[in-house]
């Protein structure tokens, strides 16, 4: 069983004054790679101490004091 890779933005209904996608706004396909590593660099430098979002209806969520998780081959993969 596979699952498709989607962003997380896609999860949420869609406002019907928008139109676009994520990737037409921020260029995520072409920049992924650059604000992974400002982020990783971040965190790693304590500068970073939080990541939040605001989800539809107000719910605000927040990923305190995150961690850069790495893969067996030493290569990060995402935040904890």
């Known amino acids: ?3 498709t890779a989607t962003h997380f933005t896609k ?3 869609k406002r019907v004054d928008i139109t676009g996608s ?5 260029h995520m396909q072409e920049n992924r790679d650059k604000y ?3 982020l990783i660099g971040g965190v790693l430098a304590k500068t970073i101490a939080a990541f939040g979002t605001i989800a539809p209806g ?3 969520q927040y ?3 995150p ?3 790495h893969d067996l081959g030493g290569n990060p993969v995402g935040f904890v």
């Open 58 to 60: 107000g719910t605000i």
């Open 36 to 38: 992974f590593k400002y």
């Open 63 to 65: 990923l305190y004091g």
């Open 11 to 13: 999860t949420f209904p």
């Open 67 to 69: 961690q850069v998780h």
């Open 1 to 3: 069983m596979s699952s």
């Open 22 to 26: 994520p990737d037409q706004a921020f």
